[in-house]
């Protein structure tokens, strides 16, 4: 069974900087996409960034690009979330997930992809 297991989320002020972790257990990051959805109060969840490292693809969504970085540390089996220039609308729950697609694209735009971790909230505030 594959688990996911999210971290680095938090307290940060507009403009600021975090960094989301996906810890990958179970697998390894060739045998899958791995990306990020995010889900604020009231709102579906909606995919934000995805990386197929066996492929060498990546995925942003219109409103993180040019501010997130997604990338993937093979020796440590783990998935980072580069967030930068931060703002109010990013304040969400942000769900690290996993699917066998190897195309980031589809996997990032449907909800229904096949592994979901608990995920870690970002809050920020102006």
């Known amino acids: 069974e594959v688990q996911l297991v999210e971290s680095g989320g938090g307290l940060v002020q507009a403009g600021g900087s975090l960094r989301l972790s996906c810890a990958v257990a179970?697998?390894?990051?060739?045998?899958?996409?791995i990306g990020w959805f995010q889900q604020a109060p009231g709102k579906e969840r909606e995919g934000v960034s995805c990386?197929?490292?066996?492929?060498?693809?990546?995925y942003y969504s219109d409103s993180m690009k040019g501010r997130f970085t997604i990338s993937s540390d093979n020796g440590e089996n783990t998935v980072y979330l580069q967030m930068s220039s931060l703002k109010p609308e990013d304040t969400a729950v942000y769900y690290c997930?996993?699917?066998?697609?190897?195309?980031?694209?589809?996997?990032?735009?449907?909800?229904?992809?096949?592994?979901w971790g608990r995920g870690t909230q970002v809050t920020v505030a102006s």
């Open positions: 179970g697998a390894t990051l060739n045998d899958f996409t």
């Open positions: 990386i197929n490292s066996r492929v060498g693809t990546t």
């Open positions: 997930i996993a699917d066998t697609s190897w195309q980031v694209n589809y996997v990032c735009q449907s909800p229904y992809v096949d592994y």
